[in-house]
T-cell receptor, first 115, second 112 residues
Framework: NAGVMQNPRHLVRRRGQEARLRCSPM?????VYWYRQLPEEGLKFMVY????????ESGMPKERFSAEFPKEGPSILRIQQVVRGDSAAYFC?????????????FGQGTRLTVV | RKEVEQDPGPFNVPEGATVAFNCTYS??????FFWYRQDCRKEPKLLMS???SGNEDGRFTAQLNRASQYISLLIRDSKLSDSATYLC?????????????FGKGTKLSVIP
């Protein structure tokens, strides 16, 4: 049973380009979360999705960032017109359910570098 | 006040030592508590959940004090492989959402 798969592992973009980060949850998991970790900082919640639905996007920047989790295929975190401050590690996690003591499993992350 | 606060360390301890990490959280409605471990440039991995009655997993013991909003992790007989950053994590589900809030982590280096 493969874990949470993220690709690419490393992504370099020039300022103004678009970045697309992909996440395939663990088999059977329908809950997906995206987190961002800036250098020397803790992980910050961005968005929580279930299949075809955004449940909570309270951690998403208001502009340039969007996320989806289509019926078929991986979850996508999309960053338009990237800026240097977007450089970070982006982690995706998935869980089988939500609620007390639910374990979330993390992917290996995508390290985005904006040059 | 930050939602989850930890001493960033680093804690440099010799092999075999006992080391304790503390964490405080601000949201009294938090429901679930965890310790995750993160190795350098890797993803966080669950170390253990933390239960109100306290729980132990081998050399690791976790305690929760809801009244003081305080969580602890004790590592006995430290191994070199325990060197990592330990993340205190709390969850509060509400309005149908599920969010994990992470502390910045406490860095541990176990020295030969």
């Amino acid at each position: 049973n493969a874990g949470v798969m993220q690709n690419p592992r490393h992504l370099v973009r020039r300022r103004g380009q678009e970045a697309r980060l992909r996440c395939s949850p663990m088999k059977g998991h329908s809950h997906v979360y995206w987190y961002r970790q800036l250098p020397e900082e803790g992980l910050k919640f961005m968005v929580y999705l279930q299949k075809e639905n955004i449940i909570d996007e309270s951690g998403m920047p208001k502009e340039r960032f969007s996320a989806e989790f289509p019926k078929e295929g991986p979850s996508i975190l999309r960053i338009q017109q990237v800026v240097r401050g977007d450089s970070a590690a982006y982690f995706c996690a998935s869980s089988l359910r939500t609620g007390e003591n639910t374990e979330a499993f993390f992917g290996q992350g995508t390290r985005l570098t904006v040059v | 006040r930050k939602e989850v606060e930890q001493d960033p360390g680093p804690f440099n301890v010799p092999e075999g030592a006992t080391v304790a990490f503390n964490c405080t959280y601000s949201n009294s409605a938090s429901q679930s508590f965890f310790w995750y471990r993160q190795d350098c440039r890797k993803e966080p991995k669950l170390l253990m959940s933390v239960y109100s009655s306290g729980n132990e997993d081998g050399r690791f013991t976790a305690q929760l004090n809801r009244a003081s909003q305080y969580i602890s992790l004790l590592i006995r007989d430290s191994k070199l492989s325990d060197s990592a950053t330990y993340l205190c994590v709390v969850n509060h589900s509400g309005a149908g959402s599920y969010q994990l809030t992470f502390g910045k982590g406490t860095k541990l280096s176990v020295i030969p």
